[in-house]
C-alpha cells in the first residue's frame, strides 16, 4: 500500500478516518418547533419535509419525526393562539445546529423552535416513547374503569 500524502490511496484513507471521526463526535438532538396555524396541511408537511431533508444533507441521521398536530398554546405568539407541533429526534455533529437554526429563524413560518441535546436518561425515555410504553399505560387505566 502506498501512504504517501499525494497518493490516491492516500486521499481516500484520510477521507474514510475524517468521516469515522465525524460520526464519533454526533451527538444527539430534539428539536421542538411550532408552525404557524394558518397554513394547510400539504404545507405544514412540506415545511417540515424541508427541514428533515436539510438535516439529512448535512450528515445528520434523522431518528423520529413526530407530527403532534394543532395544539393549543399557553400564551399567545404574534396574535395566534394555536400552532402545528413537531417534534424531531436526530443524531448529528453540532457543528449543523447552528445552520439548522438559521433555517428556523429565516423561515417565517416557524413561530417558536428549541433544540435540546440529549443526554444518556432522555435517549432512553425518548426510546421508550417511540416504542409507546407510557401509552400502553394509559390505555390499561381506561379499560379497568
Not at 415545511?47 to 398554546?73: H, P, S
Amino acid at each position: 500500500m502506498d501512504y504517501r500524502p499525494d497518493s490516491p490511496t492516500f486521499a481516500v484513507c484520510l477521507f474514510k478516518f475524517l468521516k469515522h471521526i465525524k460520526k464519533m463526535f454526533q451527538r444527539n438532538y430534539e428539536t421542538v418547533f411550532i408552525l404557524t396555524p394558518v397554513l394547510s396541511e400539504i404545507q405544514m408537511k412540506d415545511t417540515v419535509d424541508k427541514f428533515v431533508n436539510l438535516l439529512k444533507e448535512e450528515g445528520a441521521d434523522v431518528i423520529n419525526v413526530e407530527n403532534w398536530g394543532l395544539k393549543k398554546m399557553a400564551y399567545t405568539i404574534d396574535k395566534k393562539t394555536t400552532g402545528f407541533y413537531v417534534l424531531v429526534e436526530f443524531k448529528a455533529n453540532p457543528t449543523i445546529i447552528r445552520k439548522f437554526e438559521l433555517e428556523f429563524r429565516r423561515d417565517e413560518k416557524v413561530m417558536r423552535f428549541l433544540t435540546t441535546v440529549l443526554d444518556k436518561h432522555s435517549i432512553a425515555y425518548a426510546d421508550r416513547r417511540r416504542k409507546g410504553e407510557f401509552n400502553k399505560k394509559a390505555e390499561a387505566k381506561e379499560e379497568q374503569a
